[in-house]
């Protein structure tokens, strides 16, 4: 299917007409009329609306990318990945791309939740995507070194010395580490974790809940928004995506996932990663990889968070964010690194 390629930058307060300036193009057939539209909410970053006509099952989501977000996404990797990702059943349909955004496949469903994500019929489904993902070997060549450190460097030059509202600054200074404080841990992460040797692979590296769609009628399960999607460490990618059960509204980290649920979860994984039988060493070791790993994700988003408090439109408290993600890296920064490795 050929991508689209339009001419047009959309106000985030106007997005119903810009939604049909791209309409006109890529659904030339669908009448002024009969569109309906329906802004989702799945999201900190992003505007994000829903596109379809009545009498039909057909419908488009168009995204308009956050204030700013460039300086911290690539975008012509996005789309690429997208688009090399969709040949091998793993990302929608991408049917346009413009100025500040996205059109792509709506997939019928609903995103996970806090409640649906550790639901015996939903979990497995996402640890063996994620499993097929990881698996994902690409045709061309390109940098296969792990974004995380390389990504939190530039993230850390972005945030900015002095915040433009004076009320986020105090908020930062009463709440937030200091960045050299803030770098002096990534180098102490850094140390730490490259020692666990966590293979590198192709990962999502933001599977919120808002980003799995889980579809009913087929029992199955597809992963959108694959703007940080990068070569990366597995224990990464899973790390991250347990840090997302607590939710984000309303976050409560009572809801991180237990070992348990964990075991469970990541022998589901490695039937498909690994093909062939898994042992109790495997889902141990890889237990302890993507426990440590999770404290790397709360520094990465704390910092994301930092930009976003200074550059985002969007009616959030990135700041309070910020604080909260730092929070529980050092409330769980020794627990989780006391872990030890199988021998």
């Known amino acids: 299917?050929?991508?689209?390629?339009?001419?047009?930058?959309?106000?985030?307060?106007?997005?119903?007409?810009?939604?049909?300036q791209i309409l006109n193009v890529i659904r030339p057939t669908w009448r002024p009329e009969q569109i309906k539209y329906k802004m989702l909410t799945d999201g900190i970053t992003n505007k994000l609306v829903k596109c379809s006509l009545s009498d039909t099952s057909d419908a488009v989501l168009v995204r308009v990318y956050g204030n700013k977000t460039d300086l911290l996404i690539d975008r012509t990797a996005e789309t690429r990945?997208?688009?090399?990702?969709?040949?091998?059943?793993?990302?929608?349909?991408?049917?346009?791309?413009?100025?500040n955004g996205l059109a792509y496949e709506f997939v019928p469903g609903?995103?996970?939740?806090?409640e649906s994500v550790i639901k015996p019929e939903i979990y497995p489904l996402v640890a063996r995507k994620m499993g097929r993902l990881h698996r994902v070997e690409f045709e061309d060549s390109r940098d296969t070194e792990p974004m995380l450190w390389r990504k939190l460097d530039d993230f850390l030059k972005l945030v900015p010395e002095r915040f433009s509202d004076a009320a986020k600054h105090e908020k930062y200074l009463q709440t937030v580490l200091p960045k050299d404080e803030i770098r002096n841990e990534i180098e102490?992460?850094?140390?730490?974790?490259?020692?666990?040797?966590?293979?590198i692979v192709f990962t999502h590296n933001d599977l919120l809940l808002g980003n799995v769609v889980y579809t009913a009628?087929?029992?199955?399960?597809?992963?959108?928004?694959?703007?940080y999607a990068a070569f990366n460490y597995?224990?990464?990618?899973?790390?991250?995506?347990?840090?997302?059960?607590?939710?984000?509204?309303?976050?409560?980290y009572a809801k991180y996932p237990g070992k348990e649920f964990q075991y469970a979860w990541l022998k589901e994984y490695l039937t498909v990663f690994k093909k062939g039988e898994v042992s109790d060493e495997d889902v141990e070791r890889l237990y302890v990889q993507v426990n440590q790993f999770a404290l790397a994700s709360h520094v990465f988003w704390g910092v994301w968070a930092l930009i976003q408090a200074e550059h985002s439109y969007i009616d959030?408290?990135?700041?309070?964010?910020?604080?909260?993600?730092?929070?529980?890296?050092f409330s769980r920064k020794e627990q989780f690194l006391s872990l030890e490795m199988p021998r």
């Not at 609903?110 to 806090?114: K, M, Y």
């Not at 009628?217 to 928004?225: G, W």
């Open 110 to 114: 609903c995103t996970l939740c806090d």
């Open 217 to 227: 009628s087929n029992e199955s399960v597809t992963f959108i928004d694959f703007e």
């Open 81 to 99: 990945n997208i688009v090399m990702l969709n040949k091998v059943g793993l990302a929608p349909n991408l049917y346009a791309t413009f100025n």
């Open 1 to 20: 299917m050929e991508i689209a390629r339009i001419d047009i930058t959309i106000s985030e307060d106007d997005i119903f007409n810009g939604a049909r």
């Open 188 to 199: 102490f992460l850094k140390e730490r974790l490259l020692q666990l040797q966590s293979p």
């Open 234 to 252: 597995q224990a990464f990618d899973i790390g991250n995506h347990f840090s997302e059960f607590v939710g984000l509204d309303s976050i409560d």
């Open 316 to 329: 959030f408290d990135f700041m309070g964010y910020a604080a909260i993600r730092f929070n529980e890296y």
